[in-house]
């Protein structure tokens, strides 16, 4: 089956402070406000109306995943087979005025996705300002405490296909119907965000990430590095408002119709370099033992 979701389309949080969440995405990953009003800001590295959400809240939390499919009849199919697949359905709502249809739903340890038709292209396709700026927002890695089973209902339920897994299914990586290597991963840990990610276009824009974070008295989590599975540089750091943020380049694309998943042994506490950083340096505890929950689903 094709899968039924193009790519990923918006990551949307609660943050307990706005106005810093607002300058950290804008003055170090680079992106730019496109709305702010009534306590929600939607912001984006191109033409699309929306990829980076936030909500005024009272603590920080994630409010749920934009997943973009390629017309109606899918969000419809993606509601079905939520249904037949023993989820909760959480709205039918679209949750901005900029999308036209959608479906939410959770999975079964609270993951709370909204398929939804494509975010229009109402914006410039590049744009000055601080920060590195990103080519667009890129995937999303979940927290699962079984890390099979989630990936198992992202499967059936949104047709996405599984370009690699550990051994353990420690981590599973999904792709979308662009065959980017993965748009969702889950990995095991408690029931969250693990991190998200801006595409970058080069590896230059890595050296700027830690300049700028630098003049900041910060620091990267994790990397530059290259990961085994995606074979993508990456480059980790954590936004003032805890959420730990990917920034990648050259994402393997999977072209074969019969791919087969790579079953990689990730070694034990992910120590096989191979896999998990090709040029040597393993996760720190900061990245390993890192997640953000979800908040309640709001229900419409
Ligand atoms: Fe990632």
């Not at 094709?2 to 943050?15: D, E, I, S, T």
């Not at 927290?143 to 949104?158: G, P, W």
Request: one cysteine or more; hydrophobic letters at 40%; a negative charge.
């Amino acid at each position: 089956m094709r899968p039924m979701v193009q790519r990923l389309g918006y990551v949307a949080l609660n943050v307990a402070d706005i106005d810093i969440a607002i300058e950290d995405a804008c003055t170090v990953a680079g992106v730019r406000v496109v709305e702010r009003e009534n306590g929600r800001a939607l912001l984006t590295s191109n033409q699309r109306h929306a990829e980076l959400i936030l909500y005024a809240s009272n603590s920080d939390s994630v409010r749920s995943i934009g997943l973009q499919a390629h017309n109606v009849d899918v969000v419809a199919a993606v509601r079905r087979r939520a249904e037949q697949a023993g989820l909760t359905v959480l709205s039918e709502r679209p949750s901005l005025p900029c999308i036209d249809r959608s479906v939410t739903f959770a999975t079964s340890e609270g993951h709370i996705f909204e398929v939804h038709t494509p975010i229009p292209l109402t914006q410039p396709v590049r744009h000055t300002g601080p920060g590195i700026r990103p080519r667009c927002l890129d995937h999303v890695n979940l927290s699962s405490r079984d890390s099979e089973a989630i990936s198992n209902e992202l499967q059936t339920v949104l047709g996405l296909r599984q370009s690699e897994r550990t051994t353990g299914h420690e981590i599973v990586w999904m792709r979308a119907a662009d065959n980017r290597h993965h748009t969702v991963a889950t990995v095991k840990g408690p029931s969250g965000l693990h991190h998200f990610s801006w595409e970058f276009a080069s590896f230059d824009d890595f050296k700027r990430l830690g300049d700028t974070l630098d003049a900041q008295g910060r620091f990267l989590v994790w990397g530059p590095g290259r990961h085994g599975a995606g074979d993508n540089l990456f480059a980790c750091y954590i936004d003032r408002s805890g959420f730990l943020v990917e920034c990648i380049a050259e994402m393997e694309v999977i072209e074969d119709e019969n791919h087969q998943a790579r079953i990689a042994d990730p070694g034990e506490n992910l120590s096989n370099p191979k896999v998990v950083n090709r040029w040597g340096a393993l996760p720190p505890r900061l990245w390993t033992e890192h997640f953000v929950p979800f908040a309640p689903p709001i229900t419409a």
